[in-house]
């Protein structure tokens, strides 16, 4: 790692129901590649900091194991055990209810006889609204807050379209679309993208998107779908913006990894869990 990289892994390419679903065996698949948790990245800094990106219903495991590589028998040595900020792209349950779990890692950074490092918690005002009033008590609010239980999340509203550094890491937000499903938070971090939830794309956003090493793309299947881009969306994202490395994230269980790796272009990979590579943490 150089000394401006950030390493950067997927620890979660799935939809909001994991894949692939159970209870239904006709769409089993026994690749472990289509084995995806719930949407969510990590950012390790230079210095040592750990930025992660959404907070789902995974994030415990995705703590303990986020290069999908622990034997899951021994001690995981290569589990999360801090988190420095979080950068939250909109407040539906698959991207913030493991808020409870950020607990856990509050309390490993805590020092003796000091009090906990909070966590900040970046994201558009409204969403953090919509997550302080789910998980009062992470915030120090609410009827089970008691003194044991010291806040260890902030909130810290952004503004779209308005440059931030987090842990040294150089974060433009702005405003993206999830169809009928609302807003999302769209970043643009160093050079990378991050799009996850993605319906469209406004024209204005795409100014943010321009030299980017890695892009990293929602596309949940191929069929058209109301709330998520469907390949052919994604590609004409993709064509418009020509990031010099792309990686499909957010794929429903029909997506199979074996079956699409003829189909995409040079420079587009499609995640795993797991998946990582280095990006530069300022935008050129």
């Given at each position: 790692?150089?000394?401006?990289?950030?390493?950067?892994?997927?620890?979660?390419?799935?939809?909001?129901?994991?894949?692939?679903?159970?209870?239904?065996?006709?769409?089993?698949?026994?690749?472990?590649?289509?084995?995806?948790?719930?949407?969510?990245?990590?950012?390790?800094?230079?210095?040592?900091?750990?930025?992660?990106?959404?907070?789902?219903?995974?994030?415990?495991?995705?703590?303990?194991?986020?290069?999908?590589?622990?034997?899951?028998?021994?001690?995981?040595?290569?589990?999360?055990?801090?988190?420095?900020?979080?950068?939250?792209?909109?407040?539906?349950?698959?991207?913030?209810?493991?808020?409870?779990?950020?607990?856990?890692?509050?309390?490993?950074?805590?020092?003796?006889?000091?009090?906990?490092?909070?966590?900040p918690i970046y994201g558009h005002a409204g969403h953090l609204d919509q997550v302080q009033a789910m998980f009062p008590y992470c915030f120090g609010r609410g009827p089970e807050f008691y003194e044991l239980s010291a806040p260890s999340l902030v909130a810290t509203p952004v503004v779209d379209d308005q440059p931030i550094t987090i842990c040294g890491l150089t974060a433009i937000p702005f405003h993206t679309s999830h169809g009928s499903a609302?807003?999302?938070?769209?970043?643009?971090?160093?050079?990378?993208?991050?799009?996850?939830?993605?319906?469209?794309?406004?024209?204005?956003?795409?100014?943010?998107?321009?030299?980017?090493?890695?892009?990293?793309?929602?596309?949940?299947?191929?069929?058209?779908?109301?709330?998520?881009?469907?390949?052919?969306?994604?590609?004409?994202?993709?064509?418009?913006?020509?990031?010099?490395?792309?990686?499909?994230?957010?794929?429903?269980?029909?997506?199979?990894?074996?079956?699409?790796?003829?189909?995409?272009?040079?420079?587009?990979?499609?995640?795993?869990?797991?998946?990582?590579?280095?990006?530069?943490?300022?935008?050129?």
């Amino acid at each position: 790692m150089t000394q401006t990289g950030w390493e950067f892994t997927i620890t979660g390419c799935g939809t909001s129901h994991g894949n692939p679903p159970i209870g239904i065996p006709r769409l089993w698949s026994s690749d472990v590649r289509d084995r995806r948790r719930r949407a969510g990245g990590l950012l390790r800094g230079p210095g040592g900091a750990v930025v992660l990106i959404d907070a789902g219903p995974d994030l415990m495991d995705q703590l303990r194991d986020p290069y999908r590589d622990w034997d899951g028998t021994s001690y995981p040595e290569r589990a999360v055990l801090r988190c420095d900020a979080l950068i939250l792209t909109h407040d539906h349950a698959d991207h913030t209810h493991g808020f409870n779990d950020l607990r856990h890692l509050n309390r490993l950074m805590r020092e003796p006889g000091k009090t906990a490092p909070a966590i900040p918690i970046y994201g558009h005002a409204g969403h953090l609204d919509q997550v302080q009033a789910m998980f009062p008590y992470c915030f120090g609010r609410g009827p089970e807050f008691y003194e044991l239980s010291a806040p260890s999340l902030v909130a810290t509203p952004v503004v779209d379209d308005q440059p931030i550094t987090i842990c040294g890491l150089t974060a433009i937000p702005f405003h993206t679309s999830h169809g009928s499903a609302g807003r999302t938070t769209g970043w643009r971090l160093g050079d990378l993208g991050y799009l996850t939830d993605l319906k469209a794309l406004p024209v204005e956003a795409e100014r943010h998107l321009q030299n980017l090493d890695l892009l990293v793309l929602d596309m949940l299947r191929e069929e058209t779908h109301e709330t998520h881009l469907c390949w052919a969306e994604a590609m004409a994202i993709w064509q418009r913006l020509r990031p010099r490395r792309t990686v499909l994230t957010h794929m429903g269980h029909e997506v199979r990894w074996a079956a699409w790796q003829d189909r995409l272009p040079q420079g587009m990979e499609m995640a795993v869990d797991g998946w990582r590579t280095v990006i530069t943490g300022a935008s050129r």
